[in-house]
């Protein structure tokens, strides 16, 4: 598989998974959304939209250095808009090595994502892997 989706589109340029490194603040943009490691307070990932505004529901597991295993959902979508969020579910990464794995669901378009976010020494070059699963 090379990342590519035939289906519906004949040329089979629809992207399904985007993987990159940011540093805090810049941010990886995947459809209409965009991603990256927040800036201040709590460390996590942050989302924004690239315009508009979408609804996610989200669901997030995380695993740190101490081998300690979270996870958490929303029962209820959260509106995500141009402005980058906050750390979902109020988790704070402190150590380098520590994963996330977020489920996004889109119930207005149909889509759902697997974002996998894994915090690197000092915040830079965090490793973010998007794939779109819908």
Do not use: C
């Not at 589109?9 to 993987?19: E, F, R, Y």
């Not at 942050?46 to 029962?75: H, P, Q």
């Not at 380098?96 to 378009?109: E, K, M, Q, S």
């Amino acid at each position: 598989m090379t990342g590519k989706l035939n289906i519906g589109d004949p040329t089979g340029n629809v992207s399904t998974k985007l993987v990159g490194r940011v540093t805090a603040g810049t941010f990886l943009t995947f459809d209409n959304l965009k991603f990256s490691v927040t800036t201040s307070g709590q460390r996590g990932l942050s989302i924004a939209t690239v315009s508009g505004t979408v609804n996610l529901f989200v669901e997030g597991k995380y695993n740190n250095t101490s081998n300690t295993i979270y996870g958490s959902r929303t029962d209820t979508a959260i509106t995500y808009s141009t402005s980058p969020s906050g750390s979902l579910f109020g988790w704070g990464f402190n150590s380098a090595g520590d994963t996330i794995i977020y489920h996004l669901t889109d119930p207005d378009n149909s889509r759902m994502y697997r974002v996998t976010l894994i915090i690197m020494p000092s915040y830079i070059d965090n490793f973010i892997a998007i794939e779109r699963l819908l």
